[in-house]
Nanobody, 117 residues
Framework: QVQLVESGGGLVQAGGSLRLSCVASGTIFRNNFMGWYRQAPEKERERVATMSSGGTTTYVDSVKGRFTISRDNAKNTVYLQMNNLKPEDTAVYYC???????????WGQGTQVTVSS
């Protein structure tokens, strides 16, 4: 089992910045992925950014150049630096963890990000 706890959400004006953090605990395998997904009201959850334990990253096109994912493997922590936020970034952001080759994902409780125009 893996437990994930997010922090860092909040209310910010368009053009502002926020930094999300997520700490994983429990049975953490060395080869894994951690990432951020988001879900806006009445929309499906979408992948925002992921990062492997080896450092490989992916981003959804809409956040490229604005968001940066990073992680501290020693602390089992993943971060999402969000700059130049837009109202369409408003959503609940979820941290996820999964092992290489596994379809089982663990999720945090989510943190609300609201961007006002």
């Amino acid at each position: 089992q893996v437990q994930l706890v997010e922090s860092g959400g909040g209310l910010v004006q368009a053009g502002g910045s926020l930094r999300l953090s997520c700490v994983a605990s429990g049975t953490i395998f060395r080869n894994n992925f951690m990432g951020w997904y988001r879900q806006a009201p009445e929309k499906e959850r979408e992948r925002v950014a992921t990062m492997s334990s080896g450092g490989t990253t992916t981003y959804v096109d809409s956040v490229k150049g604005r968001f940066t994912i990073s992680r501290d493997n020693a602390k089992n922590t993943v971060y999402l630096q969000m700059n130049n936020l837009k109202p369409e970034d408003t959503a609940v952001y979820y941290c996820g963890y999964w092992r290489f080759g596994s379809t089982v994902k663990y999720w945090g409780q989510g943190t609300q990000v609201t961007v006002s125009s």
